[in-house]
């Protein structure tokens, strides 16, 4: 939640138990000392999504320097 920006509690809980019922996420609750922590991480089912991500990160990034160029080239005409 800390290193998620403009999402609500509400919102993230209910992605993380779609993800968690899709297996791609697992959640680990424990007690250290009084302090309640809950931790996720992927799954193996879920690693399989990494390669994927990335292309998809990728292919956007260049999508957008494409767009980027063609409003500059359009702007320079």
Known sequence: ?????????????????????????????????KVHHTEYQLTDIGQTLIPIVIALNDWGENRLKQVSLVKKFNNDL
């Open 1 to 33: 939640m800390k290193r998620l920006k403009g999402i609500s509690k509400k919102v993230l809980s209910n992605q993380l138990n779609e993800l968690i019922g899709d297996q791609i996420v697992s959640k680990r609750e424990y007690l250290s000392g």
